[in-house]
């Protein structure tokens, strides 16, 4: 099924392409982040955070482009921002950046075509995919600690718990929506908001369950007071060893938005008669 849509993908660029404007142009955004998953399970905003990046558009044909990106966002969320009790008491948060590259394909819903006062502006589709780095942390006593690196389910020791250290570089599904609209010369202005459907519930470096207090090298160690915050809000505890510390069905994800401001650096055209 895959292949096939690869395919036909493959076949409506090359047949739109054949004698239509081609142009090429470098860009930059601003926006922002937000991120979706253990800790914001309602669609929040409050963990909107400013985001940036810049863009190379080959447009293969007026209705078709293909997009590389590198993006670079800020993620970060807290338990207290949250209306669930559960999630009050289990006062986890986290903060991370995340770093992008990937490629995506434009589909315009309209002819675009940049100094053409006919076709100055199209909304449009983006389908790829992408790599992203990311590096959960959270801040205890005035320290911020990594905190993939120690563990907090019980990752560091996988003989006892089974589990591995999760990847911080990981693959996504990137689609959005946006509009384009020429400006002036060669500058075309853009607005996309964009989805990121990941593979890891990691994000937030919370999955799982609690795991044993000995596990993480006792109950006063910096790994066991991260991995159960409740003892900072409520008493007793709630991070009794096998209860249910995050959501390890869904994954979690993030999106970008922001706008867009591009420069067609080269266009070449059909010539005349085809």
């Known amino acids: 099924m895959i292949r096939s849509v690869i395919a036909v993908l493959l076949l409506a660029c090359v047949s739109a392409a054949d004698c239509q404007a081609q142009q090429q142009s470098v860009g930059a955004w601003l926006g922002?982040?937000?991120?979706?998953?253990?800790?914001n399970t309602g669609g929040g905003l409050q963990g909107i955070r400013p985001a940036g990046g810049v863009l190379y558009r080959y447009s293969i044909s007026d209705y078709i482009a293909i997009k590389g990106i590198a993006n670079l966002g800020f993620l970060s969320y807290r338990d207290e921002y949250s209306k669930r009790p559960f999630q009050q008491a289990r006062n986890l948060s986290f903060h991370s950046h995340v770093l992008e590259a990937g490629a995506q394909?434009?589909?315009?819903?309209?002819?675009f075509v940049p100094g053409d006062v006919n076709h100055?502006?199209?909304p449009y589709l983006a389908v790829g995919v992408s790599v992203f780095h990311f590096n959960p942390k959270a801040t205890l006593d005035g320290e911020t600690y990594?905190?993939?690196e120690i563990g907090t389910e019980g990752q560091r020791n996988p003989d006892l718990t089974g589990l591995e250290p999760y990847k911080r570089l990981q693959p996504a599904l990137p689609m959005g929506l946006g509009i384009k609209?020429?400006?002036k010369n060669n500058w075309v202005l853009g607005m996309e908001v964009g989805y990121r459907f990941t593979f890891t519930d990691y994000l937030d470096d919370v999955k799982g369950l609690y795991v044993d207090e000995g596990v993480l090298g006792g109950s006063n160690s910096e790994t066991a007071r991260l991995a159960d915050r409740s003892r900072e809000v409520r008493s007793p505890r709630i991070g009794e060893a096998g209860r249910q510390r995050g959501d390890s069905v869904s994954n979690d994800s993030f999106l970008f938005g922001g706008v867009t401001l591009s420069y067609v650096i080269y266009q070449v055209k059909c010539p005349r008669g085809r």
Not at 105 to 111: C, G, I, P, S, V
């Open 32 to 39: 922002f982040s937000n991120y979706f998953g253990d800790l």
């Open 105 to 111: 394909f434009e589909f315009n819903f309209l002819r």
């Open 120 to 122: 100055y502006f199209s």
């Open 146 to 148: 990594k905190l993939q």
């Open 181 to 183: 609209y020429w400006l």
